[in-house]
């Protein structure tokens, strides 16, 4: 097996997302909360200019800001590419990371509950992710093997990990979801600890993996502008089964407009704040049950 000897712990990624960062300068101030005997852990808060400013980025979303060729393009300069970089020379290089873990904190607007999302099907992942929904419930699990999904931090190392709580609006504390967030991470760091110490607790073979399969924009009209809402019977329903001819959207005038797939899927992010500007009113995933994890190899 081998040794995980370096775990990273990232927030504030978007300026405006606190929970992340706050948790980040308790660790600080109590270092001792996040040390583990086998293995180093450090912290990094991301995006500091925004966060200081309440902001989620000052030119451009840092967490899409790590795609090999743009890490190595030196003519991007905006404020959150040469954070990006010198965030892949802390982390990284992508191609040869100097950590085994990342952890990269999130919040979002959506009702997102607990969730885990990794970049692929690493085994170490998936195993860890199996533990983490089967000793909690709330957890869920998401995969984003999406093109976009390289563009990540999370994707600096192979085992890059987002919790992503909510839901909580932009620029706010809520102590529920912090200590919520704060436990999934100790949770992560002892399993971590008895990995390395061959003390792995019992092993989970069953997954249920919720897989990104793309995006729905808002109807707009011709100059771009939202013509409709997401409709009340599909707020908050966030990894609640989504039926085609089912109800999506509300339009300004009362019409209703239903989803025109032709088969179930499962909504999540949706109505994220943030997404407004990407041209997303949702993420579809479909919902897979993965078996016979633990005879997977470990690849951390």
Excluded: W
């Excluded at 100790?186 to 971590?192: F, H, N, Q, V």
């Excluded at 999506?248 to 025109?260: A, K, M, R, T, V």
């Excluded at 797939?261 to 995933?285: C, H, Q, W």
């Amino acid at each position: 097996m081998n040794q995980i000897n370096q775990v990273a712990i990232v927030g504030a990624t978007h300026g405006n997302e606190f929970t992340g960062g706050y948790l980040l300068k308790k660790f600080e101030q109590f270092p001792h909360l996040i040390r583990r005997t086998s293995f180093q852990t450090q912290t990094l808060l991301a995006n500091p200019k925004a966060f200081k400013v309440a902001r989620r980025y000052i030119d451009k979303d840092l967490n899409r800001c790590f795609l090999s060729q743009d890490l190595q393009n030196s003519t991007l300069s905006s404020y959150e590419d040469i954070r990006a970089k010198a965030i892949n020379q802390i982390l990284g290089p992508k191609d040869n990371p100097q950590v085994d873990v990342i952890l990269d904190l999130h919040t979002t607007t959506a009702n997102m509950g607990l969730s885990i999302i990794i970049g692929n099907k690493n085994p170490f992942c998936l195993q860890l992710s199996a533990y983490l929904s089967a000793i909690n419930p709330l957890v869920k699990v998401c995969l984003t093997e999406t093109d976009q999904a390289s563009s990540l931090l999370k994707s600096l190392c192979q085992c890059g990990v987002v919790i992503e709580v909510g839901p909580i609006a932009q620029g706010v504390l809520n102590a529920d979801l912090f200590l919520k967030t704060e436990s999934l991470i100790y949770t992560i760091l002892d399993y971590l600890e008895a990995y390395n110490q061959n003390l792995i607790p019992e092993t989970y073979d069953t997954l249920t993996l919720y897989q990104d399969i793309g995006t729905i924009d808002y109807p707009r009209n011709n100059l771009g502008e939202i013509q409709a809402m997401i409709h009340p019977q599909l707020q908050f329903r966030d990894y609640e089964p989504l039926h085609p001819s089912d109800p999506i959207f509300l339009s300004f005038d009362g019409q209703e407009i239903s989803y025109q797939g032709d088969s179930i899927v499962y909504p999540i992010f949706i109505n994220e704040a943030a997404y407004y500007e990407k041209g997303i009113a949702m993420r579809l995933t479909k919902k897979q049950e993965l078996i016979n994890i633990s005879t997977l190899k470990f690849s951390p």
